[in-house]
């Protein structure tokens, strides 16, 4: 799979009650929560992002309470993958159980810079700067739960 | 001979292996699974897409109508009673609504729902806590616990370890809270990203079970995947006490390998207070400035809503009143928290102080309900986060502390020690 989109750039340990405040948890409808996404650290989130757009941040992203309504939210907003310098470890599975791609990586990314990534072959493209790097590939299993579209998909194709 | 720690013994024993690598990912079978009021709505969602959509154990899955409750809003009604209708149409044994519930972290162990060797996973960060009674137990999303209540199976990581060595005695206004807000401190907020903190050593016995239990509470404050305390008497007497299946003791070998060792002296810890916004912004009172006044003071949550903490905040408060200008509340997490305290004449002391004494919920610690705090305000509290909005207001404040700390601030109206009284 190819994905191509401007990054917004957040810093170090964005938590998930700013990626989707508690006081909209009382639902669990998806396009709800994805208009009141990032709101807390960025009010201007929804007008920026166009859909297939990707989140760059730094170490420890998505920390915090362990809401699926976060990656929910961002997935449902159009973000098409969150890279990362490193990734709380709940957000990490949430984004694999639902299928949000997430890369690890800690390349040089500015606001708006326009990313490729080719999650078949492992590769990140900054085309605004010109740098490209490989990043490693995911562990078998969780390979089979992203193949699978998905945790219940891969419970349902008789994984676990 | 293997080199495990405690908690990768405990997971080795739940996949049917002899031993278990870090960073292997395996299949565990799980003792209990944990959702509430929030990320249930969101598991059942998952759970009715599966073409077998039943449970595993009616008796092995935890549903707790906490967060949100009594219900805030129409919305947060709706969430409570497609939980209900989800609990009664599976006859799930487990199912805690208003009257019968607490906040679940302080629940699950009061019930004796969870014994040492037991493997937990919960849809909530907090899940974390039950490594206090041996237990391997960790937080996970609501898809993880929609097909671990379908499968009785969880994926896990094996995490690295982190050995935590504990000496000495806690001194005065000082307790597990203070414990972990200096660790954190000390490991930052992804410091135990993935891992486990293995606690050990003298100190540990110095340590009542309530100290343990917020202790590993707040595990996932540091990044951490669990926490987990070495089986003593104490923890023996806790489970008898409550009612908890026989204990399964698992001890690490004597050479399993931490990426890491950190000695902490009890006696050395003083009262420690997080500052926004984030929980490793620990400092004491010889850096705290004086003077810096509240609004708010909030006394509960999975953290430090235990017995023990009011009566430690009720000690400080005895005789004396809020000051003018402050709200305080205060939150037994559970109904039997709730009665004790009340038997013991804690809430007499409290409402004469003019505190406001509420039934259990886990509302104002993420900002649900119950006490939400409006732009510039300040609030001192016993829970476990402080990031940007967590109580309220984007521009509100949250300070973490010990319930010592929390009553003696809401008496003076300003971030205080016990002994500035």
């Avoid at chain 2, 926490?227 to 004597?254: I, M």
């Avoid at chain 2, 007499?348 to 509302?363: E, K, N, Q, R, Y």
Wanted: hydrophobic residues 45%.
């Amino acid at each position: 799979m190819k994905l191509t989109g401007k990054a917004l750039v957040y810093g170090d340990h964005v938590d998930t009650d700013v990626i989707i405040p508690a006081r909209y948890l009382n639902t669990a409808d998806a396009k709800e929560l994805a208009a009141h996404c990032m709101e807390d650290i960025d009010k201007d989130f929804a007008k920026k992002l166009k859909p297939g757009d990707f989140v760059a941040a730094g170490v420890n992203f998505g920390c915090g309470s362990s809401r699926e309504h976060a990656p929910l939210a961002l997935k449902t907003a159009g973000v098409s993958c969150v890279i990362a310098k490193s990734f709380a470890r709940i957000f990490y599975r949430n984004a694999i159980n639902i299928g949000l791609p997430i890369i690890v990586s800690g390349m040089d990314i500015k606001d708006g810079d326009q990313l490729e990534a080719d999650l078949d072959h492992g590769t990140l493209t900054n085309v605004t700067r010109g740098t490209k790097e490989s990043f490693p590939p995911f562990s078998p299993f969780l390979q089979t739960i992203i193949a699978s579209g998905g945790l219940v998909a891969a419970r349902e194709g008789g994984h676990l | 001979m293997s080199k495990m720690t405690m908690t990768q013994k405990i997971i080795a024993a739940h996949c049917g292996q002899e031993t278990v690598t870090p960073g292997e990912i395996v299949l565990a079978n799980v003792d209990m699974v944990l959702a509430n009021d929030i990320t249930a709505p969101v598991a059942i969602n998952e759970f009715r897409k599966l073409s077998n959509p039943t449970v595993f154990d009616k008796e092995k899955i935890a549903l707790v109508l906490d967060h949100f409750t009594p219900n805030k809003d129409i919305k947060a009604a709706e969430q409570s009673r497609f939980v209900r209708e989800f609990a009664k149409e599976h006859d799930i044994l487990h199912f805690y609504d208003v009257g019968q519930a607490g906040v679940e972290h302080a629940l699950l162990p009061e019930k004796g729902m969870v014994t040492a060797g037991d493997l937990v996973v919960g849809a909530d960060s907090h899940t974390c806590t039950y490594g206090a009674l041996g237990a391997f137990s960790t937080g996970m999303g609501s898809t993880d616990a929609a097909v671990a209540m379908a499968s009785g199976k969880v994926w896990l990581r094996v995490p690295e370890a982190i050995s935590v060595v504990l000496t000495g005695q806690l001194p005065e206004y000082v307790s597990g809270k203070d414990v972990i807000l200096h660790l954190i401190g000390i490991l930052g907020v992804d410091g135990a990203l993935y891992s486990s903190l293995e606690f050990s050593g003298d100190g540990v016995r110095a340590l009542t079970m309530d100290d343990r239990l917020c202790v590993c509470n707040m595990a996932v404050e540091a990044g951490g995947k669990n926490a987990v305390f070495p089986v003593d008497d104490a923890t023996r007497q806790y489970l008898t006490e409550h009612g908890a299946a026989q204990p399964v003791v698992y001890a690490a070998d004597p050479d399993a390998v931490y990426q890491r060792v950190i000695n902490i002296d009890l006696g050395a810890l003083k009262p420690t207070v997080a500052f926004p916004h984030l929980p490793e912004n620990t400092k004491t009172f010889d850096d705290i400035p004086q003077g810096m006044k509240i609004d708010q003071v909030v006394i509960g949550s999975c953290t430090n809503g235990r017995l023990s903490d009011f009566v430690a905040a009720a000690e400080i408060m005895k005789g004396r009143k809020v000051h003018d200008g402050v709200r305080c509340l205060i939150i037994p997490a559970t109904q039997k928290i709730y009665r004790d305290a009340m038997h013991m004449g804690l809430f007499d002391i409290f409402l004469d102080a003019g505190c406001a004494v509420s039934t259990p919920t886990c509302g104002p610690c993420l900002g649900g309900h119950m006490g939400i705090l409006a732009e510039g305000e300040r609030c001192v509290a016993t829970t476990n986060r402080n990031f940007v909005g967590r109580m309220g207001s984007p521009k509100s404040e949250v300070y973490l502390a010990n319930p010592e700390v929390a009553a003696a601030s809401a008496v003076l109206g300003v971030i205080a020690s016990p002994d500035m009284l």
